[in-house]
């Protein structure tokens, strides 16, 4: 072999044998375990301690309060909304005391209007509804009710509302279909609404034979659908039909 | 004449004795074999880490559902995450944030977040000609096909086999490239590390099988996490629920954040 070969093949050799030892020390041990990056990257994200205990933690202790606030209004509001944080709490109870906002300021984050906020969730004006008072003074955090119980089933139900002003179904009362207990108002979760159980129900307006007005739309019922009840086609809050 | 022949085959160190003590050394560590190996396995796992044992990130594949009807725009989830994950207070930094849109009559599309929404909105908004408005929470959304992580030039941010885009903050050199590349805006730099940073889906706490922060404290449970492929799972229940749309679709980063109810003007 030409003596410039020689030469040529050991500057190879140092050069490939010097990358080896470059790529050892310089590749993260286990980068390319699991993919193009370094697998212990994801122990790292994982072993953050948590800062929110999750409400199943308050709820191994504090299960009077939880029997209240799970059947009221604020159910599905965890306890660490309003609490804050309290994974420190859970590690020590008596160093760490979870705080409880009692000033005005806190409940209107979420209950002062905003056109933006979805209809029928309860919003109040915070400048002219009692000033000066804090909410607690009149609801209870864990059972919020409405001091004075609504008139009207749009005060909560305002998108049914809306459709049904809109639609055939304008003039009639929402207790034509359903019965509501004074409960309902209440408590609503306790007391739920009564609906319309069988085609007879909408037979007693849009039967051929009805006594109502001339002007409703009428249908045979011996053999409009027979097989299916009503409200699998028709949405009573907004009928279709002419 | 002496007693050492007798006694020889009784001591301790005669030839026969001893190559029958090795047999039988041998035999008892045969049968101990498994008992050990046992040992230095369980030994192994527990210095691997607690989580390794029950969770199994094969197993799952992580996504969000938001139901856009739901959101009061009260900012909780954008302040329990800066909370929870550390996230500098100035509000320059989110790793999620709510918008309001305001569609006006004349075709206007106006979108606000003040402070991510934590200190609520100001309700100065005039409330002549609109035509529809809303709140729309937004966060990293997880691509399956992410651009972020096709540009990380040292493969710093990266997905799990759980579906979560995560950033490896020790070996991320701050060069910005993933910043750009996010046509979500979901990402930002750390002032103090210089490093990139993102939602994680609080990794830390689904691997405890616990929910995000956010996810925990809306209160109107506008946020849902879980499996997109497990069919009981309340994520796929709303998805089957729900007519579903995501960000940006046309960018084809096939995200796995699943907006219902979500207006045709967000973006």
Not at chain 2, 125 to 142: A, D, Q, Y
Not at chain 2, 172 to 179: D, K, L, M, T, V
Request: proline residues 9%; charged residues 20%.
């Amino acid at each position: 072999m030409p003596q410039q070969l020689n030469r040529l093949a050991i500057v190879f050799v140092i050069l490939i044998g010097s990358l080896i030892g470059a790529r050892h020390y310089l590749v993260p041990k286990t980068f390319g375990a699991l993919g193009h990056y370094r697998a212990a990257a994801i122990e790292a994200n994982a072993a953050k301690p948590l800062v929110y205990a999750g409400h199943e933690a308050c709820e191994m202790c504090h299960s009077d309060v939880v029997k209240t606030h799970d059947n009221a209004h604020h159910k599905s509001v965890a306890c660490e909304v309003c609490h804050g944080a309290q994974a420190a709490h859970v590690e020590s109870p008596t160093d760490h005391k979870p705080p409880a906002p009692r000033q005005r300021a806190f409940c209107p984050l979420c209950h002062a209007y905003d056109a933006s906020r979805p209809t029928g969730f309860p919003q109040i004006d915070p400048v002219s509804h009692n000033p000066g008072r804090p909410c607690i003074s009149c609801h209870n955090p864990h059972a919020p009710v409405p001091p004075h119980t609504p008139q009207e089933c749009s005060a909560c139900h305002g998108e049914i509302a809306r459709t049904k002003a809109l639609s055939q179904h304008a003039g009639l009362p929402c207790t034509t279909c359903h019965k509501v207990e004074e409960k309902h108002k209440i408590s609503p979760p306790l007391s739920t609404p009564s609906k319309p159980q069988n085609r007879e129900f909408c037979g007693q307006c849009h039967g051929k034979e009805a006594k109502a007005a001339a002007e409703i739309a009428r249908v045979d019922m011996s053999t409009h659908g027979e097989r299916y009840v009503c409200w699998q086609c028709h949405y009573a809050h907004s009928p279709e039909a002419k | 004449m002496s007693t050492e022949p007798n006694r020889a085959p009784d001591g301790p160190g005669s030839p026969e004795e001893v190559s029958q003590d090795r047999r039988d050394f041998l035999k008892q560590c045969m049968a101990a074999a498994p008992l050990l190996l046992t040992c230095v396995c369980v030994a192994e796992a527990a210095a691997a880490g607690a989580t390794d044992e029950s969770y199994k990130p094969e197993e799952h594949y992580y996504g969000m559902g938001i139901d856009v009807n739901k959101c009061i725009g009260c900012g909780r989830c954008a302040d329990a995450c800066k909370t929870e994950n550390n996230v500098p207070r100035e509000p320059f930094y989110f790793r999620t944030w709510v918008e309001r849109y305001v569609l006006t009559t004349e075709g206007e599309t106006v979108v606000t977040s003040p402070n991510g929404g934590i200190d609520g909105f100001p309700s100065s908004i005039s409330e002549k000609g609109i035509l529809r408005t809303f709140f729309v929470p937004k966060l990293c959304n997880h691509c399956a096909n992410p651009p972020c992580v096709q540009v990380c030039p040292v493969g710093a941010t990266f997905i799990t086999r759980d579906g979560v885009v995560l950033v490896d903050k020790d070996y991320c050199i701050g060069c910005r490239y993933c910043i750009q590349a996010c046509p979500y805006g979901a990402r930002f730099l750390h002032p103090v590390t210089h490093t990139a940073e993102k939602c994680t889906f609080c990794y830390h706490r689904v691997v405890q099988g616990k929910v995000p922060a956010c996810v925990e404290v809306c209160p109107t449970g506008a946020r849902i996490f879980g499996d997109v492929r497990t069919r009981s799972s309340p994520l796929a229940r709303f998805t089957r629920f729900n007519e579903i749309q995501v960000l940006k679709p046309q960018l084809n980063t096939e995200p796995k954040v699943y907006y219902a109810n979500l207006d045709g003007e967000v973006r």
